[in-house]
């Protein structure tokens, strides 16, 4: 039977809620999703992971973004109390704490910026991680990142900062620093070949989520066929990296919208875990998602004539589809990954 690989970093995703919604969201966040994580269900998870990471050590040769636990979002900000019992209770059980993410929309007023900061590092958050992008800029001006980056930096110290991409502060401040900066803007001035290459190499974008549907049009697109050799077995079973959301799916690395079952007893889900229950992971193990598409073409998937930027931009096209026309597939889960991907702000 296959085996998966343990987790030896996780995100924990306290709410798919955000004050944004991001062209290149790989969980399609945004205003309209309602809950936060259950206290319950986060002392269970962070229980769970105590009792399986029994004197552990961060792996040495992979990146800091992959070493212990995060807490992320959405925008885990959103709910401070939240955040600060989620941190304070990860330091008490003694789980290794990597960073809280945040977009940085809150940072208005520098008190509060610091108050919050203040308290989650005195809680026992040794570190902070803060997006810097395009597609926040596309919301967030500017000027709010630089001041969550400043006062973090006196609250963590510098190298305990983390921001995400630093490179893009200097390009963002070229067009303004007090408002939003379009996506468009990026277009008109480096034309759409030059915009997409910013976006797509210069962030690194991951396929998956929204960012094939909705700045696919700015890069090079492939039809399926070409991702016919291509499976998951990497992502989902072999890369011991994974994000658990607030009602407890336990997602494998990236891929927003899959659930391979309940992460709140890891030791149970381990030992119980098997493909052959899960019929389209299965696939995506073995086959990938040129091979979920063939599945789908028979209850009527049509491909895209566009073709594909990438192999999880398939991946999601197809799991909506299937999402959206039976709910027989509990792996396609949570349902409003499927119904917020492209409307993150309203109807
Ligand atoms: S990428 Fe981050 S900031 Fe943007 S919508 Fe997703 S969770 Fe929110
Ligand atoms: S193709 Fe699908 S399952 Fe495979 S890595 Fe991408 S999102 Fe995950």
Same mark, same amino acid.
Request: aromatic content about 16%; some cysteine; glycine content about 8%.
């Given at each position: 039977?296959?085996?998966?690989?343990?987790?030896?970093?996780?995100?924990?995703?306290?709410?798919?809620?955000?004050?944004?919604?991001?062209?290149?969201?790989?969980?399609?966040?945004?205003?309209?999703?309602?809950?936060?994580?259950?206290?319950?269900?986060?002392? $269970?998870?962070?229980?769970?992971?105590?009792?399986?990471?029994?004197?552990?050590?961060?792996?040495?040769?992979?990146?800091?973004?992959?070493? #212990?636990?995060?807490?992320?979002?959405?925008?885990?900000?959103?709910?401070?109390?939240?955040?600060?019992?989620?941190?304070? &209770?990860?330091?008490?059980?003694?789980?290794? &704490? #990597?960073?809280?993410?945040?977009?940085?929309?809150?940072?208005?007023? *520098?008190?509060?910026?610091?108050?919050?900061?203040?308290?989650?590092?005195?809680?026992?958050?040794?570190?902070?991680?803060? $997006?810097?992008?395009?597609?926040?800029?596309?919301?967030?001006?500017?000027?709010?990142?630089?001041?969550?980056?400043?006062? @973090?930096?006196?609250?963590?110290?510098?190298? =305990?900062?983390?921001?995400?991409? @630093?490179?893009?502060?200097?390009?963002?401040?070229?067009?303004?620093?007090? =408002?939003?900066?379009?996506?468009?803007?990026?277009?008109?001035?480096?034309?759409?070949?030059?915009?997409?290459?910013?976006?797509?190499?210069?962030?690194? /974008?991951?396929?998956?989520?929204?960012?094939?549907?909705?700045?696919?049009?700015?890069?090079?697109?492939?039809?399926?066929?070409?991702?016919?050799?291509?499976?998951?077995?990497?992502?989902?079973?072999?890369?011991?990296? @994974?994000?658990?959301?607030?009602?407890?799916?336990?997602?494998?690395?990236?891929?927003?919208?899959?659930? /391979?079952?309940?992460?709140? =007893?890891?030791?149970?889900?381990?030992?119980?875990?098997?493909?052959?229950?899960?019929?389209?992971?299965?696939?995506?193990?073995?086959?990938?998602?040129?091979?979920?598409? *063939?599945?789908?073409?028979?209850?009527?998937?049509?491909?895209?004539?566009?073709?594909?930027?990438?192999?999880?931009?398939?991946?999601?096209?197809?799991?909506?589809?299937?999402?959206?026309?039976?709910?027989?597939?509990?792996?396609? $889960?949570?349902?409003?990954?499927?119904?917020?991907?492209?409307?993150?702000?309203?109807?």
């Amino acid at each position: 039977m296959e085996k998966i690989y343990p987790i030896d970093s996780v995100g924990i995703i306290l709410t798919y809620k955000c004050s944004l919604g991001c062209k290149h969201c790989l969980y399609a966040c945004g205003p309209k999703w309602k809950e936060f994580m259950r206290i319950e269900t986060l002392n $269970s998870i962070l229980q769970s992971i105590k009792k399986l990471w029994k004197n552990y050590r961060p792996n040495p040769s992979k990146n800091i973004l992959f070493h #212990g636990i995060h807490f992320a979002g959405g925008e885990p900000f959103l709910n401070f109390p939240l955040l600060l019992s989620a941190v304070k &209770m990860a330091k008490e059980l003694g789980v290794y &704490m #990597g960073y809280v993410e945040t977009n940085a929309e809150w940072c208005i007023d *520098r008190e509060d910026v610091y108050k919050k900061f203040s308290l989650l590092k005195d809680s026992g958050l040794p570190r902070i991680f803060i $997006s810097c992008s395009p597609f926040h800029a596309e919301k967030i001006p500017l000027k709010k990142t630089l001041l969550a980056i400043e006062v @973090a930096q006196k609250v963590f110290g510098p190298e =305990n900062v983390i921001i995400y991409m @630093a490179h893009f502060i200097k390009e963002i401040a070229k067009f303004n620093i007090e =408002n939003p900066v379009p996506l468009d803007r990026w277009e008109n001035i480096y034309g759409k070949k030059g915009a997409g290459y910013i976006f797509w190499e210069g962030y690194g /974008l991951i396929p998956g989520g929204r960012s094939g549907f909705l700045l696919g049009d700015l890069w090079y697109k492939y039809p399926p066929e070409v991702f016919r050799e291509d499976t998951c077995r990497f992502e989902i079973l072999e890369s011991q990296h @994974a994000h658990f959301d607030p009602y407890g799916n336990y997602i494998p690395y990236f891929c927003g919208g899959i659930s /391979l079952g309940s992460c709140e =007893n890891l030791e149970e889900f381990y030992n119980n875990f098997n493909l052959d229950k899960l019929p389209l992971i299965k696939i995506l193990v073995e086959r990938g998602p040129y091979g979920l598409m *063939r599945f789908a073409e028979e209850l009527g998937f049509v491909k895209s004539s566009e073709g594909y930027v990438g192999k999880c931009h398939l991946c999601v096209h197809v799991r909506k589809f299937l999402a959206q026309k039976t709910n027989k597939f509990l792996e396609l $889960s949570p349902q409003n990954f499927y119904n917020f991907l492209f409307s993150p702000y309203g109807d």
